[in-house]
């Protein structure tokens, strides 16, 4: 077929089928497709937790070159900047780059008051991640998420290939089908630098300012903004 999967044709393209039964539950499979059909217009957002980790190491098994973006809200972990260097040294022909608002923290507080993420974390977000990777997916059509269907309730019906109403992309998510055991059977397996704060109970790591130890390990991301109502940073709620 010579018109592509995109934001544009996904309600009327024909249904793209892969098989969560194989070794790796679909990822390498669903990742060669993707680099496959849209070469160098597909970008990894990663936020460098243990999917983010797995995921890489699975792409550079397919593209050794691929674009790697973090969006560096300037209030993440010591622990998370100390892994990308790692991350870095590891995987030296990937292409990492790391995503910056377009304010500074101080003039964030200066526009919004000091220590928006407690005052108002949807904004903050909006600012430091949403914003940011708007401008990152302004040009490549599709991008790639480490979203599993186990995380959450908000999740739990992830596709392998999804219609992003938010971006006006197509958001690739080749784990949906791994639990947290097979996400740490991996990365052990092959040996993988992974963030320290995952040995501190910390199954999801964001910005600092906004994450705690999970409260309820079957809610692998109760350590989130604990106490504000809020589950997600924005980047995948339609």
């Known amino acids: 077929m010579s018109e592509l999967l995109t934001y544009e044709t996904i309600d009327t393209y024909p249904p793209v089928d892969f098989s969560s039964e194989t070794e790796t539950k679909g990822a390498l499979e669903v990742l060669k497709w993707a680099y496959d059909t849209y070469k160098d217009d597909i970008v990894y957002a990663c936020s460098f937790g243990i999917e983010g980790i797995v995921l890489i190491d699975l792409i550079s098994k397919i593209k050794k070159d691929a674009h790697i973006v973090f969006l560096d809200t300037d209030v ?9 260097e790692k991350v870095k040294k590891r995987y030296p022909d990937l292409q990492i780059e790391m995503k910056k608002p377009a304010i500074t923290l101080e003039e964030q507080a200066a526009q919004y008051g000091e220590e928006l993420w407690l005052s108002n974390p949807n904004k903050c977000c909006e600012i430091r991640k949403v914003i940011p990777l708007n401008e990152v997916l302004s040009e490549p059509i599709a991008w790639i998420s480490g979203l599993r269907r186990e995380q959450s ?8 290939l999804n219609k992003d109403n938010k971006f006006k992309s197509i958001k690739v998510c080749p784990l949906i089908h791994w639990t947290w055991k097979d996400v740490w059977r991996y990365a052990h397996k092959n040996s993988l630098d992974y963030n320290i704060l995952h040995d501190k109970g910390y199954p999801s790591i964001g910005c600092r300012t906004c994450t705690q130890p999970a409260i309820n390990m079957d809610d692998l991301r109760s350590g989130r903004w604990t106490g504000k109502g809020k589950t997600e940073c924005g980047l995948h709620l339609q």
């Open 76 to 84: 993440h972990f010591d622990e998370t900047y100390e892994l990308i």
């Open 153 to 160: 309730e908000t999740r739990k019906n992830t596709q392998y």
